[in-house]
């Protein structure tokens, strides 16, 4: 398939199955990797608990990554997409070039920086003196393979922004897979403890960040030139305006998940502290891997969004949005009921031997669960307005679940409730986005169709 053929899929199909098509193999790649998040937690939980927190804290550089990761795969994949719907190939193949060789430069310099002090990153993250160990132990060889996880991203998100989630599922999946079969190696059977998972994960990164570079070879891909990385401000206007909103995102996916680590330190029964933080650890990991199915769909839906939006088909745009947000929210649903009912079970998985953690697990989880239906509506929305390069309003939900809402409840809800207020923050916050988006979807909704009849009448 070339690049006219993929305009023609992308402009011409009925969109409930283009989105489909597009959602099943971005969902596939969302529940691997999240799975994997799931079972490297599992296997390093075994050790012990400041093991389990340990890892926990580390995810926090993890998410930093995927931030910036994102910013740029997002903020190219977006333009990308744009561009081949009013096809304009050859800018779309400078922005490639430009969204992938200035995070690939990103990434060397903090593997260079943090490598030196991994004690104090670990410490930066949340870490307690008993994790700290840990912590950095894990972060050894994934602040080495820095650069590759990044452009990890970035890749992944620039294919499926082009309409070729095939490609970036058989690198995200390959390098899951992967990292799995390694950490059963090197973790039970060589016994190389929290050093073997680190390991693990940098290999897998490596064979995922290869594969994902195969795939900008194929025909229907916009390939990477380095002769075409020419960086002019126009192209980091464009980069900004549309990864912004997921930078804002992560960032405050990042700070939130140093904050909560904190504050589950702080609120703990002080000889309960290792357990709770794990406990928290592991809900968010759990939480991520539900969270995969959504996010999966709604990625597939991006790029039908914005080829559309690109070729003036705004009637397609708007049908596409809705029948993402609203199989999102019963995706989302059905889950929910779930990890609910089979909280314990769920928990138990990461570590059974520590029954606190196991007893505050469940509480968290079981709360989230009440509320976490809700941000499939709020995920859409969020990602229409990116795509279709609305930044404003697309940042302003992005970081409302995180920034305006998560973080004042964490700090205000404990000082009433104490450990508790820790637990409710999450499902206050998912409340207050779900009605904080409603206004704007009602707009684009309106604004969509104002542009179909303005466009029919051209």
Not at 166 to 181: E, F, T
Request: some cysteine; aromatic content about 12%.
């Amino acid at each position: 398939m070339t690049l006219e053929d993929k305009y023609q899929e992308m402009t011409q199909m009925p969109v409930r199955r283009l989105v489909l098509r597009l959602a099943i193999p971005t969902t596939l790649s969302m529940m691997v990797t999240s799975f994997y998040n799931v079972v490297d937690a599992a296997f390093v939980g075994h050790l012990s608990t400041e093991a389990t927190a340990g890892v926990g804290i580390s995810f926090a550089y993890m998410v930093v990554i995927q931030a910036l990761g994102f910013f740029f795969g997002h903020g190219s994949g977006n333009y990308i997409s744009r561009q081949l719907g009013a096809h304009k190939f050859d800018t779309a193949a400078t922005m490639a070039a430009v969204g992938f060789f200035t995070p690939l430069l990103i990434g060397i310099c903090m593997s260079l920086g943090f490598g030196v002090n991994l004690h104090g990153l670990a410490e930066l993250l949340g870490a307690t003196p008993d994790v700290v160990p840990a912590a950095a132990e894990y972060m050894r060889y994934i602040v080495y393979a820095t650069p590759f996880m990044l452009t990890a991203f970035t890749l992944n998100n620039q294919l499926r922004l082009q309409g070729n989630a095939n490609y970036g599922m058989v690198g995200i999946i390959s390098g899951a897979v992967l990292n799995i079969i390694l950490d059963a190696l090197f973790i039970p059977v060589l016994g190389w403890g929290v050093t073997g998972a680190s390991l693990a994960t940098a290999i897998s990164q490596f064979v995922s960040w290869v594969l994902l570079l195969w795939g900008t070879t194929r025909p229907s891909s916009v390939h990477l030139d380095i002769r075409r990385f020419r960086p002019t401000p126009r192209d980091y206007y464009e980069i900004l305006m549309g990864g912004l909103p997921s930078l804002c995102r992560q960032v405050f996916n990042c700070t939130s998940v140093i904050c909560l680590n904190y504050a589950a330190a702080r609120y703990a029964a002080p000889e309960h502290v290792a357990s709770t933080v794990a406990a928290f650890a592991v809900v968010s990991r759990t939480m991520m891997f539900a969270f995969s199915f959504v996010l999966g769909i709604n990625q597939g839906f991006q790029p039908v969004a914005g080829f559309n939006y690109g070729a003036q088909r705004y009637l397609r745009v708007r049908q596409s949005y809705i029948f993402t947000a609203v199989a999102s929210t019963t995706i989302l649903a059905l889950i929910c009921v779930i990890g609910y009912t089979f909280a314990p079970q769920i928990i138990s998985i990461y570590r059974a031997e520590d029954p606190m953690m196991l007893q505050i697990g469940t509480r968290v989880l079981r709360l989230q669960c009440l509320t976490f239906t809700l941000i499939g509506f709020s995920t859409t929305t969020n990602m229409l307005f990116q795509v279709i390069r609305m930044p404003i309003r697309s940042t302003l939900i992005s970081i409302g679940r995180q920034g305006l809402f998560f973080l004042p409840a964490l700090f205000i809800l404990p000082l009433f409730y104490g450990l508790d207020g820790v637990m409710y923050t999450q499902p206050v916050a998912d409340i207050a986005t779900c009605l904080f988006s409603i206004p704007f979807s009602v707009w684009i909704v309106r604004k969509l169709g104002e542009m179909e009849s303005d466009s029919s009448r051209m």
